[in-house]
């Protein structure tokens, strides 16, 4: 059974910074493409940004020069650095594992962790 635990939100001011991290349980997280995903009030669930077992990476437009997506594979961990933050930042961040077994995708997601970002 795989287990995602987030942690590292918290309340920032604007411009501030946060990392980030999600543990993960198993033997599958070097094998797995590793995502972050946020969901603000009312909203839907957005990719934020992706990185692949090849540590490939992407980012949504708007995190763009601002998040940085990371992995330790030693440590099952996969971290997000956050600076520059905005209020437009807030939400709940989700960290998902995606593993691809003969063509089919399974996905584990965590539970979330707030990031509010206010003055």
């Known amino acids: 059974q795989v287990q995602l635990v987030e942690s590292g939100g918290g309340l920032v001011q604007p411009g501030g910074s946060l990392r980030l991290s999600c543990a993960t349980s198993g033997s599958i997280f070097g094998r797995s493409t590793m995502a972050w995903y946020r969901q603000a009030p009312g909203k839907q669930r957005d990719l934020v940004a992706a990185i692949t077992s090849s540590s490939s990476t992407n980012y949504a437009d708007s995190v763009k020069g601002r998040f940085t997506i990371s992995r330790d594979n030693a440590k099952k961990t996969v971290y997000l650095q956050m600076s520059s933050l905005k209020p437009e930042d807030t939400a709940v961040y989700y960290c998902?594992?995606?593993?691809?077994?003969?063509?089919?995708?399974?996905?584990?997601w965590g539970q979330g962790t707030q990031v509010t970002v206010s003055s």
């Open positions: 998902k594992l995606s593993r691809n077994v003969i063509g089919v995708v399974y996905d584990y």
